[in-house]
């Protein structure tokens, strides 16, 4: 059963503290993404890998980092220097990183409040 | 551009009804859009998808269409259900060209879809 799983689906966090959010891929995809989404409004690309061991920052990086060892896995890890960071956070990934025509398959969600 | 607040647009359709939801996009150098329906606490699934070389596309009771002049997609829902009910999304991707690589994608703010049996 192919598809793209995030966990765990809800986290809570102590203001100040690091949190690691998870995203594991078995389609074979090239490219995986991360995104932020705020109640009532759209995606925001927080960082994105289109092959293995390279990322590029996407439009809000800040306060977050990322790691892409294994094609399969692509980690966000939500640091202390995020001074916003209790949103819903999804990840998606395509077939292809370089190529303009093709569709992103996102996961569930992992739902993250800072108490 | 990105509206502001926590209220999404709304449509209100009655079920059987064809519903139309309507999005503006920035860029005239996107040259592929797609179509994700998003569900209360899930991720987005994908519709449908359009290139720009298309002003047409039909899927199974979807269509999308396209209007470059104007920078305009809709999407149009023949016989809207109760199980269409959700936030519609529409994200536009600009060549990699220009971009330097990545097929990134830019969405739109959304539209609740509201289905009223």
């Known amino acids: 059963d192919g598809g793209i799983t995030q966990s765990p689906k809800y986290l809570f966090r102590k203001e100040g503290q690091n949190v690691t959010l998870s995203c594991e891929q078995n389609?074979?995809?090239?490219?995986m993404y991360w995104y932020r989404q705020d109640p009532g409004q759209g995606l925001r690309l927080i960082y994105y890998?289109?092959?293995?061991?390279?990322?590029q920052k996407g439009d809000i990086a800040e306060g977050y980092s990322v790691s892409r060892e294994k094609k399969e896995s692509f980690p966000l890890t939500v640091t202390s220097a995020q001074k916003n960071p209790t949103a819903f956070y999804l990840c998606?990934?395509?077939?292809?990183?370089?190529?303009?025509?093709?569709?992103?398959?996102f996961g569930p969600g992992t739902r993250l409040t800072v108490l | 551009g990105e509206s502001v607040g926590l209220h999404l647009p709304t449509l209100s359709v009655q079920e059987g009804d064809n519903s139309i939801i309507n999005c503006a996009y920035s860029?005239?150098?996107?040259?592929?859009f797609i179509w994700y329906k998003q569900e209360s606490g899930k991720g987005p699934q994908f519709i449908i998808d359009?290139?720009?070389?298309?002003d047409k596309r039909q899927g199974q009771r979807v269509t999308v269409l396209l209007n470059k002049t104007v920078k305009h997609l809709s999407l149009q829902i023949a016989a809207t259900q109760p199980g269409d009910s959700a936030v519609y999304f529409c994200?536009?991707?600009?060549?990699?060209?220009?971009?330097?690589?990545?097929?990134?994608?830019?969405f739109g703010t959304g539209t609740q879809l509201k289905v009223e049996l």
């Open positions: 998606a990934s395509s077939i292809f990183g370089t190529s303009d025509y093709n569709e992103q398959f």
């Open positions: 389609l074979n995809h090239d490219a």
């Open positions: 890998s289109q092959i293995v061991n390279d990322f």
């Open positions: 860029n005239s150098a996107s040259d592929y």
């Open positions: 359009i290139r720009s070389n298309m």
């Open positions: 994200a536009e991707n600009i060549s990699t060209e220009l971009t330097g690589g990545g097929n990134k994608l830019t």
